[in-house]
């Protein structure tokens, strides 16, 4: 036991796995991007899920992260037996003071924080959970993922560009809400987050989806707009018609022999059929085209019905994490640099760049 | 205007060296005083390049390899003037001139054209990220050079004096180290804030990460005897090419989506 206690605390062994993990580091560098295929996926999960799913079956590209874990372990147990050891050197009773100096405090300091930073990694590598690509329309909600009781309301996207079209702004107004109420609102953005125990949610891109099918009724100077949702059939007017939809083909084109059928399922190019009625009363009915919107207008009681389009409504692509780490990664990475700073500015000629007796 | 005052620089670097590489012995009192004029006149031209940069594209200039070639060899020239007032030591600088003068050269021939920096960009974590990893990276450079001149002299210098270069060689990593880490803690709250991770498994952060343990073990080698002197002044150099590998190695030579 004591010849083990010793071989960890010897420093040459942590000069040592610093070069051998370097190298192995070094490996895993140039693997990284040489074999996208089998690492690429590695930051789209939790560390450890992803090691032993995809890294196990993918061992040729990802052998140096196993070892990288290894050669770790070995220095971890390499730092904390230092430190105690330190420890109990400088805090042994009747030792002289001189024992306990600035630099031996900050050094273990330094090797605590890191120790804590490395637990950190470890509770986010195993815990948690990453999601992407959630989609909320604007005006709606959708939970939090392993929360029961959070969810997500987009009140409001505001996106703009610039005359090249770069990206000027992609601002979300997102609510976060806990039993109807809410408990947090923010203007989510690139680099700005919304935090909340332990959750995080970003907005990654924007987009829009078609939600109803718009019609224009018009005549007698005035007009009313009209829309019918797209997975519903049919819709009365305020000024008492009834549009009722014969046909829908989504992505209309025509086949060799010129029949008509849908190219997808997604609303490229809508063809319609539409029927009105007023009452009961069928009155007229006809076919309107997107890309000809003007050409096939329906015409009854003096009145004129065109399809200009589609409405279409907004949404903010969003992932949510939650990493319960990252707050120990915090805490052990501020005592670490505040205590390597502290090294830097303790007095004494050697704290300076240069010993300064030496050069006269 | 820019690349007026860039060459400038450069034409000063370079003849302040050449009266430097004159003079090695220090004799030479008159020559050594122009050369150290020449110098400073080329930091401030140097400055300015930086500052007219600055102002051209409302960010620090760390975007592209064209600003950063400016920042790296600017921090370096601020790190000799340092050594130079406060310590007047200068020997170092006939290896670190040479890394500036190279990189400004690098730098005018590359594309100096000004881009809108990416949204996900435009933030001060990145900012200060990417200026302590330079500063990092500018002392790393001057404590090989150290470890060059404690090589050099081994056989012929005084114990003083290898003892001057061996404390610079320690002093410089533990500062560029401190610099090194705090700029590895910005990247990864500022990518914490960016898109929900603080560490990428890509190449440019593996190559960081390879650097940081690299210059723990350096450092390390204080509390060995055997290490010290000769071995550790080998390591100081080893890490300057490590250095370069992470900065300029992974992007030329790697596909990375750190995209530098
Ligand atoms: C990743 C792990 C480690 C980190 C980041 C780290 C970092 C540091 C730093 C920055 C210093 C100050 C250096 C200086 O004053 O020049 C230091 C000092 C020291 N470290 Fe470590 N270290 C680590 C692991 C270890 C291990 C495994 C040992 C075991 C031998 C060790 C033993 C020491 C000792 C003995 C000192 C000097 C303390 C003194 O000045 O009295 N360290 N460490």
């Given at each position: 036991m004591k010849s083990i206690w010793k071989f960890f605390t010897s420093a040459r062994l942590a000069v040592v796995l610093s070069l051998l993990i370097t190298i192995d580091v070094l490996t895993g560098t140039i693997l990284l991007s040489s074999s996208p295929?089998?690492?690429?996926?590695?930051?789209?999960?939790?560390?450890?899920?992803?090691?032993?799913?995809?890294?196990?079956?993918?061992?040729?590209?990802?052998?140096?992260?196993?070892?990288?874990?290894?050669?770790?372990?070995?220095?971890?147990?390499?730092?904390?037996?230092?430190?105690?050891?330190?420890?109990?050197?400088?805090?042994?009773?009747?030792?002289?003071?001189?024992?306990?100096?600035?630099?031996?405090?900050?050094?273990?300091?330094?090797?605590?924080?890191?120790?804590?930073?490395?637990?950190?990694?470890?509770?986010?590598?195993?815990?948690?959970?990453?999601?992407?690509?959630?989609?909320?329309?604007?005006?709606?909600?959708?939970?939090?993922?392993?929360?029961?009781?959070?969810?997500?309301?987009?009140?409001?996207?505001?996106?703009?560009?610039?005359?090249?079209?770069?990206?000027?702004?992609?601002?979300?107004?997102?609510?976060?809400?806990?039993?109807?109420?809410?408990?947090?609102?923010?203007?989510?953005?690139?680099?700005?987050?919304?935090?909340?125990?332990?959750?995080?949610?970003?907005?990654?891109?924007?987009?829009?989806?078609?939600?109803?099918?718009?019609?224009?009724?018009?005549?007698?100077?005035?007009?009313?707009?009209?829309?019918?949702?797209?997975?519903?059939?049919?819709?009365?007017?305020?000024?008492?018609?009834?549009?009722?939809?014969?046909?829908?083909?989504?992505?209309?084109?025509?086949?060799?022999?010129?029949?008509?059928?849908?190219?997808?399922?997604?609303?490229?190019?809508?063809?319609?059929?539409?029927?009105?009625?007023?009452?009961?009363?069928?009155?007229?009915?006809?076919?309107?085209?997107?890309?000809?919107?003007?050409?096939?207008?329906?015409?009854?009681?003096?009145?004129?019905?065109?399809?200009?389009?589609?409405?279409?409504?907004?949404?903010?692509?969003?992932?949510?994490?939650?990493?319960?780490?990252?707050?120990?990664?915090?805490?052990?990475?501020?005592?670490?640099?505040?205590?390597?700073?502290?090294?830097?500015?303790?007095?004494?000629?050697?704290m300076e760049l240069v010993k300064r007796q030496t050069l006269k | 205007m820019t690349e007026i005052f860039l060459w400038l620089s450069i034409a000063f670097y370079g003849a302040g060296f050449i009266c430097h590489v004159l003079d090695q012995n220090g004799s030479r009192h008159t020559l050594q005083r122009v050369s150290t004029y020449m110098l400073i006149l080329a930091l401030i031209f140097h400055t300015i390049v930086l500052a007219l940069r600055v102002m051209e594209t409302g960010h620090a200039p760390i975007a592209g390899r064209f600003e950063t070639l400016l920042f790296f060899s600017w921090s370096i020239a601020v790190l000799n003037t340092i050594l130079l007032f406060r310590y007047r030591l200068r020997t170092t600088d006939t290896l670190t001139i040479p890394v500036i003068f190279l990189a400004l050269l690098l730098a005018a021939f590359s594309d100096s054209g000004v881009y809108r920096l990416p949204l996900a960009l435009k933030t001060w974590w990145f900012e200060i990220h990417v200026v302590t990893s330079f500063f990092a990276y500018a002392l790393f450079t001057l404590a090989a050079a150290a470890g060059a001149f404690y090589l050099l002299k081994e056989k012929t210098g005084t114990g003083t004096e290898l003892g001057i270069y061996q404390n610079i060689t320690y002093r410089s990593i533990l500062w560029g180290f401190t610099f090194f880490s705090s700029s590895m803690l910005l990247g990864a709250i500022w990518g914490y804030l960016a898109w929900g991770s603080y560490w990428l498994w890509e190449s440019k952060s593996a190559a960081s990460l390879l650097l940081w343990f690299y210059y723990v073990g350096v450092l390390h080698t204080r509390m060995l005897k055997r290490w010290r002197g000769k071995t550790v002044s080998v390591m100081a150099i080893v890490g300057f090419a490590l250095v370069m590998f992470t900065y300029l190695g992974v992007s030329i030579f790697l596909k990375s989506t750190h995209g530098m």
């Open positions: 295929k089998a690492l690429g996926t590695i930051d789209l999960e939790i560390f450890f899920y992803w090691l032993f799913g995809t890294g196990l079956n993918n061992l040729t590209a990802s052998w140096w992260i196993f070892l990288l874990l290894a050669l770790l372990v070995l220095f971890v147990v390499n730092t904390i037996v230092c430190t105690v050891d330190s420890i109990v050197f400088m805090f042994r009773p009747r030792r002289d003071a001189a024992r306990i100096k600035p630099r031996r405090i900050l050094s273990q300091a330094i090797h605590l924080g890191f120790i804590i930073g490395l637990l950190g990694h470890l509770v986010s590598s195993a815990s948690g959970f990453r999601t992407m690509d959630n989609r909320l329309f604007e005006g709606s909600s959708i939970p939090i993922p392993q929360s029961s009781e959070l969810s997500l309301r987009l009140n409001k996207l505001d996106v703009a560009f610039t005359k090249n079209g770069d990206m000027l702004r992609m601002d979300a107004y997102l609510s976060l809400i806990r039993d109807k109420r809410v408990v947090k609102d923010k203007v989510v953005r690139l680099n700005e987050p919304l935090l909340y125990q332990g959750n995080a949610v970003y907005i990654t891109h924007h987009g829009e989806a078609p939600e109803s099918m718009k019609f224009e009724l018009s005549g007698n100077g005035t007009q009313e707009i009209i829309k019918i949702k797209l997975h519903e059939r049919s819709v009365t007017t305020n000024w008492g018609y009834t549009l009722k939809l014969e046909n829908l083909i989504p992505d209309f084109a025509r086949d060799s022999k010129g029949k008509a059928y849908s190219a997808s399922k997604q609303f490229r190019n809508p063809a319609l059929e539409v029927k009105v009625y007023k009452g009961e009363k069928f009155l007229v009915s006809g076919w309107f085209l997107l890309k000809y919107p003007n050409k096939t207008p329906l015409a009854f009681d003096g009145l004129k019905l065109v399809f200009p389009g589609l409405a279409y409504r907004p949404y903010a692509v969003l992932t949510i994490n939650k990493d319960p780490g990252t707050v120990i990664i915090l805490s052990g990475a501020l005592i670490f640099i505040i205590s390597l700073i502290g090294l830097l500015f303790i007095k004494g000629e050697e | -």
